[in-house]
């Protein structure tokens, strides 16, 4: 009983958080421009600083777990194969199949996967978390562009170009890449730099779960609900299941095994609903995914944070 408290004080937090957004959003205290620019804020400002800080910060060589990088990538690879034959043994429409095959794997790292590995581990679970997350952000991305663009073939080549050059200038990877370089080359961050940055990454975390809770609408879950059920099942079942599998087996263990499985298990990106307008998905389908995939991730959090600890004990 008490561990199963310990695993709530993590994941119920987070989802008050997001209650929070939600009620704002319903009593008009948030409003649909004021969340435009949260979103902007901590898209471009308020997240990439806390990336850079913490990774910059950190002993990279102590930190950075070569084989937790290169299996979580596996993993993402075999979810996408695995989705994508999915959409062609049910002989989907191009658009659905994109759609599907994006929201089966694409993680809301930035703002859920952050949030539930701060809470189970700490800074120190931030940080490791934040260096993972600058390795697989563009590894979602690109296979995110190519479950997109294949099922159209050459119809929206040009799109998915679009796509990869915004890709290239991403704040999130570039700020886990200058953080990962700060921190390799062991720099010094002024004092003055270092208390700012402590008080403006403050507010990250935070606001991300609020902007969460205020986007999220029951009025979104339409179209095809079977597909959006099983897409939530490959996103928060399967996928931490297939992660907690490949890791143990790489040798991954302790607190860098529970990153790996908290990331799998992050709920659909709120960006793919965005992708899939932009590139010729079922929008509606993805949006679908997005608000069931988070509300399921509450159960499935608290599931596999339990059996983590079970495991480790």
């Known amino acids: 009983m008490q561990q199963f408290i310990d695993i709530a004080n993590i994941v119920l937090p987070v989802f008050l958080v997001i209650g929070l957004g939600y009620l704002l959003r319903r009593i008009k205290v948030i409003e649909q421009p004021f969340l ?57 429409p191009p658009a659905t199949r994109g759609s599907f095959t994006q ?24 940080t ?7 390795f697989l952000v563009p590894v979602l991305n690109l296979f995110a562009i190519l479950a997109l663009t294949l099922p159209h073939r050459n119809h929206n080549r040009s799109e ?17 890449f200058a953080g990962i370089l700060w921190s390799f080359l062991n720099l010094p961050l002024p004092v003055i730099l270092d208390r700012g940055l402590n008080i403006a990454t403050g507010m990250t975390l935070p606001l991300a779960l609020l902007a969460i809770g205020a986007s999220f609408s029951l009025a979104k879950l339409k179209g095809d609900l079977y597909q959006a059920l099983a ?3 490959f996103k928060t079942v399967l996928m931490p299941l297939l992660a907690a599998l490949l890791l143990t087996l790489f040798g991954v263990r302790g607190m860098d095994l529970g990153i790996g499985v908290i990331f799998a298990g992050a709920p659909a990106a709120t960006a793919n609903y965005i992708m899939a307008q932009q590139l010729k998905g079922d929008a509606e389908l993805a949006g679908s995914i997005v608000m069931l995939s988070t509300l399921v991730s509450a159960l499935t959090y608290t599931f596999a944070l339990l059996l983590l600890r079970s495991y480790a004990t």
Do not use: H
């Open 160 to 176: 998915g170009k679009l796509w990869l050059r915004q890709l290239a200038l991403n704040p999130l990877i570039l700020a886990s």
């Open 36 to 92: 435009l620019q949260i979103n902007r804020l901590v898209f471009y400002v308020s997240l990439p600083l806390l990336l850079f800080y913490k990774i910059g910060q950190a002993d990279f060589v102590a930190n950075f777990n070569p084989i937790l990088v290169g299996g979580s990538m596996l993993v993402i690879f075999l979810t996408f194969v695995m989705a994508y034959a999915w959409g062609l043994v049910r002989r989907d």
């Open 103 to 126: 929201a089966a794997f694409r993680c809301n790292l930035a703002y859920m996967g952050l949030a539930i590995a701060f809470n189970a581990y700490g800074e120190e679970g931030l």
């Open 128 to 134: 490791r978390a934040g260096i993972l997350m600058g």
């Open 231 to 233: 897409a939530t099942g």
